[in-house]
């Protein structure tokens, strides 16, 4: 049983434009979430989080919004990039994130120039 | 600028060999992380260490063992390795247990 859903394997942007990846999570106890960046052969890279008495969180091009209402996050990108093309996966988290991290299977996003 | 380093980067393994994952941390996290990561799936928590001193079962630990060496180093071990761990192994620190992890980049192993 997924807990936390992406269900967009992928997503092609042109660049300049805005990107938008969604999440979608089962578990109503969640209310931490996160967003990794990962390239070919590297390791994960952490983006940007959000706690649930958000609901945005900016960092620079990066935005993240939660909607607790209908168990949605999302993370926007704008303006894109061609380095921005990279496989993002959605992380959530209960009890403030105390407990374990629970990914989804990632969205591949390619940025055309 | 190291991070989290994980050796080796590369392995094949027959079927019932073992082996020893390394990790190593220089940025004084308390906490640390395995991970494995197979095609067309997120990561998966195979065991953790909360703190020095301390480990945990994540979702996925049959068939794997961890130890806490000290706070820097983190090692997994496959005492007995199957064809069904052929998976890509992530280590991770966070600063705390619940603080965004930092990762290696990660050991690619097969099981033949």
């Known amino acids: 049983d997924q807990q936390v859903k992406q269900n967009s394997p992928s997503l092609s942007v042109q660049e300049g434009r805005i990107s938008i990846l969604n999440c979608d999570y089962t578990n109503s106890m969640f209310d931490y979430f996160l967003w990794y960046k990962k390239y070919p052969a590297e390791g994960p890279t952490f983006l940007i989080s959000?706690?649930?008495?958000?609901d945005k969180n900016e960092d620079g091009r990066f935005t993240v919004f939660l909607n607790k209402s209908a168990k949605h996050l999302s993370l926007h990108i704008v303006p894109s990039q061609p380095g921005d093309s990279a496989v993002y996966f959605c992380a959530a988290s209960a009890a403030g994130g105390s407990e374990k991290l629970v990914f989804g299977k990632g969205t591949k996003l390619t940025v055309n120039p | 600028n190291a991070g989290v380093t994980q050796t080796p980067k590369f392995q094949v393994l027959k079927t019932g060999q073992s082996m020893t994952l390394q990790c190593a941390q220089d940025m004084n996290h308390n906490s640390m992380y395995w991970y494995r990561q197979d095609p067309g799936m997120g990561l998966r928590l195979i065991y953790y260490?909360?703190?020095?001193?301390?480990?945990d079962k994540g979702e996925v630990p049959n068939g794997y063992n961890v130890s806490r060496l000290n706070k820097r180093e983190f090692s997994l071990r496959l005492e007995s390795a199957a064809p069904s761990q052929t998976s890509v192994y992530f280590c991770?620190?966070?600063?705390?247990?619940?603080?965004?992890?930092?990762f290696g980049d990660g050991t690619r192993l097969s099981i033949l």
């Open positions: 260490s909360a703190s020095e001193g301390t480990t």
């Open positions: 991770a620190s966070s600063q705390e247990y619940n603080q965004p992890q930092h």
């Open positions: 959000i706690s649930s008495i958000k």
